[in-house]
């Protein structure tokens, strides 16, 4: 697909500003191209829900049930007014109004957020790994531990030069994705990361499994990587005892399910 289709060009499109021939351009694509068309549904339902006839139907209610509560709590009134019946409590119209502002707030920040790329997410959600030491724990991982607290990341890597993979154990691969990410390196966190993934698959374990879960998701939006990194939000995001169940928000997995798309 051509670069020019962003969520900016596509949001010009539903919006009828696109001249003639552009849209005629746009419409064959659409029409060859089935990703593409599945990438406007998702955007036409954020923006059409934004503008529904049926939550501009509600919020209509919801002002009008607050009229008739404020018309029913007046011992007089200067014009002539129906009957009003139902009477319902003043906390049911706040409550109504604010989840209506709500959704129609999130939705629009979702559309928004479609704007943003892979490392804006990133940014957005990054949070530095906080460790606690351990007595007793063997040689390397204090010294791994040791280094990471003082934030010298790249003796790290230094440290263990030359080490197979399989040498390290879960915490000492957590350190070593950690480490990597604050170094800007996504494909090296990747490395230890995956390798944490894979002993905990094989052994039926869940050590560091949350953190893992966590790193490696960031991880691939840091490479744009966002049909990997949504597959790991949404495994995040489906587990109730998951430690980082709340750390990407509904708008943010919106966005990165439009960008699956193109």
Known sequence: MEKKYDDSYLLEYLDGALDSEERQKLEQELKANPSLRERVSLLQFAVRSIKSKGYETAVKEIQHDFLKQRIENKKFTSVSTPKLENKVRPLQFWAGIAASVAL?????????????????????????????????????????????????????????????????????????GAAALELDQPSEALHYLQALDTT????????????????????????????????????????????YRSSFSWAEILSIRLKTLR
């Open 104 to 176: 129609l707030g999130t939705l629009a920040y979702g559309v928004f957020l479609a704007q943003k790329d892979g490392n804006q997410l990133y940014e957005a959600n990054y949070l530095s790994y906080e460790i606690t030491v351990d007595r007793g724990v063997a040689a390397r991982e204090n010294q791994l531990e040791s280094l990471y607290l003082k934030g010298d990341f790249k003796n790290m890597f230094q440290a263990i030069e030359g080490e197979p993979l399989g040498a390290f154990n879960s915490k000492e691969l957590l350190l070593l």
């Open 200 to 243: 905990n698959a094989r052994n039926e374990t869940d050590n560091f499994q949350d953190e893992a879960d966590f790193y490696i998701a960031l991880a691939y939006l840091k490479q744009e990587a966002y049909a990997d990194a949504l597959r790991r939000i949404e495994k995040i995001s489906e587990d109730d005892r998951h430690k």
